[in-house]
């Protein structure tokens, strides 16, 4: 049996208004002083929210919901492709650079990253892709401290230094 949680009415308030979960209780949050973690825990048990385990952390969702006006529908919207794009050059999905490569019309841009979403969703780095299209290894498969440096094309050396595997 749902417990009533002391946050409840101005989150059903709130959501039936279209404002977006993270919005409403980063807002119950500042007003009360307390954490978000213990927020949606309230809410959860009233009931209220849903959870659902991702890579370790919990990702929670209203148990109803109303469709929102344009502007928290952009901000929701600009908030998910942003995180998306952080996870992307976190991860080694992809580089700024190859980013910044696809940069122009919005749906060219949304096309090179649609790519990447079918790639596993894993807490650690799957490393980056080298010049010759082939993936280069994480940089915990990488052992001991022996290092070289690397050569340009003419023999000289270009003073950086890479790992080698052991």
Same mark, same amino acid.
Request: proline residues 6%; aromatic residues 14%; charged residues 20%.
């Given at each position: ?28 949050? /500042?007003?009360?002083? =307390? ?6 825990? *309230? ?8 959870? /659902?385990?991702?890579?370790? *952390? ?8 109303? =469709? ?13 492709? /942003? ?14 650079? *190859?980013?910044?490569? !696809? ?12 790519? !990447? ?22 940089? *915990? ?19 950086? =230094? ?5």
């Amino acid at each position: 049996m749902p417990s009533k949680s002391p946050f409840g009415p101005t989150f059903k308030s709130a959501i039936m208004r279209g404002t977006p979960c993270f919005v409403v209780v980063n807002s119950i949050c /500042q007003k009360t002083g =307390k954490s978000p973690s213990f927020v949606f825990k *309230s809410l959860c048990n009233a009931g209220l929210c849903w959870r /659902q385990k991702f890579n370790g *952390s919990w990702i929670y969702f209203p148990t109803f919901g109303k =469709k929102s006006n344009a502007t928290n529908t952009k901000l929701a919207q600009c908030n998910l492709w /942003q995180c998306f794009i952080d996870w992307c050059v976190c991860s080694g999905c992809c580089t700024p650079k *190859s980013l910044k490569n !696809h940069c122009g019309p919005q749906n060219s841009f949304m096309n090179f990253c649609k790519k !990447h979403c079918t790639k596993p969703f894993t807490g650690t780095s799957t490393g980056a892709t080298t010049k010759s299209g082939k993936k280069s290894k994480p940089w *915990s498969s990488y052992k001991g401290k022996s290092t070289s440096y690397k050569f340009g094309k003419y023999g000289k050396s270009t003073g950086r =230094k890479y790992r080698k595997a052991a």
